[in-house]
Each structure stands twice: as C-alpha cells, then as structure tokens.
C-alpha cells in the first residue's frame, strides 16, 4: 500500500475524531453545564433522564432530589483543644431530623495509640457513652456517638470527650467539651 494514502488517511480520522472527542469531554472539567448539553451522553439524551428526547425538559413532574432537600446538620462545638503531648481535639453536639449526637474530631502526633471516651448528656439523665481508639499518626480521626431521638432542646445536651492513655492507668491527656468556655473567658 502507499504510504501516501495511510497518512492522509490517518490523518483525516484524526481530524474527524477531534469534534466526537470534544463531545465526550463535554464543556468543563468542573462540571458546570454551559447551556449547550455538553458531553456525548447528553448529545445522544442518555445522562438526564429529565430530558424529552428532542431536549427539552417536561413540563411537570417529580423534583430531582439535591442538596437543598437533605435535612440540616446544627453543630454546638466547643474550642479546638491541644496538649502538651501532642493531642489535638474538638468536641461537638449534633443535631438533625430529630435526632442527636456528639462528636469529636482530633489528631494525634503524641506518637502512641490512646484511648477517646466520649459522653453525650441529655435532659432527664440521659447519657450516651462510646469508647473509640485513638491511632498514632498525624491523620485526623473522630469519635462519634451513636444517634438518638431529640428530647428537649439542642442546648439541653452537652458532650465530653476525654483521651487517655490505656496502659499508662488511664492517664488523661486531653478533655474536651461542647460547651467548653472559649481562652480567656474565665
């Protein structure tokens, strides 16, 4: 064969290729649609089901679930915390659809694995209590309660964690609330 025509060949797959790989990449790399439909899939009436096939959305139907429908998160966090060993920790009551939970976040450069107790205390004596393993290492890491239903109000609850270490006799190193009071304030 000549090599003349496999290189003009070649080079006009090539050129029709480039427009079919344009429309698989679609408009962005961030995602954001710029009004055209953008992508194979959408060019074809594949990736939104919403579409009629001549691109056009229906006029009624079922709202497509996002992120303004899923329920709230309300957070009551104390200050971030640090010890002298290496700890670092902040401890949270959470809240959400009727129910409540306490967090906390921390990260651990002591160099050694630890222990986290974290208690949750709601109204009527009630109480939550976990125990979480604490790794060595620079990674942040949490420690959160089971979920419960709501009684009361978010500020009738409050939530302590405490990190020790287990084979030192339990010696704490850090304890960290939700309603701790801010440096400086007492």
Known sequence: MNLRLIGIGAGVLIILSLPLAGAIAGPDFAGQDDGKGGGLLSSLGLSDSSRTPDGARPAAGPARPGPEQA?????????????????EAQTCVLESAG???????????????????LTVMGPAGRTVQISCAVGAGDEPGLCETPRADSVGTRED??????????????????????????????
């Open 99 to 117: 129910q409540t939970w306490g967090r906390s976040y921390y990260r651990n450069t002591s160099g050694r694995a630890l222990e986290a107790v």
């Open 157 to 186: 609850y409050s939530a302590v964690a405490e990190f020790a270490v287990p084979d030192d006799e339990g010696r704490l190193l850090l304890r960290s609330g939700s309603n701790s009071p801010a440096p400086g304030d007492g």
């Open 71 to 87: 329920p709230r998160t309300d957070s009551r966090c104390g200050p971030e915390l640090s010890s002298p060993q290496g700890l």
